[in-house]
């Protein structure tokens, strides 16, 4: 069964110390791979796909990477503003559906 | 581009009633999936619509239905209302030509069941 875990289920960070969120997967055939941050009451909002093993992204303070059994999100000298939850979620390109982990849980303190 | 828009974004309702949600996608975009999360489960896929057809369905009972319109819009209708049923309600679009397509979610509608 297609399964996603995320650790650590909450981080809290000082402002600028850097750290790495993970998301460890097992699917029948990765199609892809993606990152979504939440804000409380809001839904989703995207922020990276990878497809492939050794495949990396990067959006300011985020980088994404990617391995055969895990990804990573590292955050790199956070803001109180990134402080929400991220959520991983796979693809296994049978269908449209995607799948959930439960998210890490990231407050950042000024 | 306006992004996905789903109404109403709160409702409450008693337990045996029904309910119905909107979502209208991203311009363009022709696949329109539906996710329930709540803080025990997390988001799980409820059923994901493509040109007016239910390409893919997850695991919940027949009280949950959807359909979607010739302009993608879809909606959403649970029947019998139950406690569990409270949750947060995302719609995600996307353009539904491939299986690795990004999906990008709405707002969120917002259930409560009494």
């Known amino acids: 069964e297609d399964q996603v875990t995320q650790s650590p289920e909450a981080l809290r960070l000082q402002e600028g110390e850097s750290s790495s969120l993970n998301c460890s997967y097992t699917?029948?055939?990765?199609?892809?791979l993606f990152w979504y941050r939440q804000d409380p009451g809001k839904g989703p909002e995207f922020l990276f796909t990878?497809?492939?093993a050794g495949e990396e992204k990067e959006k300011e303070r985020l980088k994404a990477t990617l391995t055969k059994k895990e990804s990573f999100l590292h955050i790199t000298a956070p803001k109180p503003e990134d402080s929400a939850t991220y959520l991983c979620?796979?693809?296994?390109?049978?269908?449209?559906?995607?799948?959930f982990g439960t998210g890490t849980l990231l407050a950042v303190q000024p | 581009k306006a992004g996905v828009t789903q109404t109403p974004r709160y409702l409450i309702k008693t337990r045996g009633q029904q309910v119905t949600l909107s979502c209208s996608p991203i311009?363009?975009?022709?696949?329109v999936s539906w996710y329930q999360q709540t803080p025990g489960q997390g988001l799980q896929f409820l059923f994901e619509?493509?040109?007016?057809?239910?390409?893919n369905k997850g695991n919940f009972p027949g009280r949950f239905s959807g359909r979607q319109f010739s302009n993608s819009r879809s909606e959403m209708n649970v029947s019998t209302l139950e406690l569990g049923d409270s949750a947060l309600y995302l719609c995600?679009?996307?353009?539904?030509?491939?299986?690795?397509?990004?999906?990008?979610f709405g707002p969120g509608t917002r259930l409560t069941v009494l």
């Open positions: 995600a679009s996307s353009s539904g030509t491939g299986l690795t397509d990004t999906q990008y």
């Open positions: 699917v029948s055939g990765l199609r892809g």
């Open positions: 990878l497809y492939s």
């Open positions: 979620a796979v693809s296994n390109g049978a269908t449209n559906k995607l799948i």
């Open positions: 311009s363009g975009h022709r696949s």
């Open positions: 619509y493509f040109s007016e057809t239910q390409r």
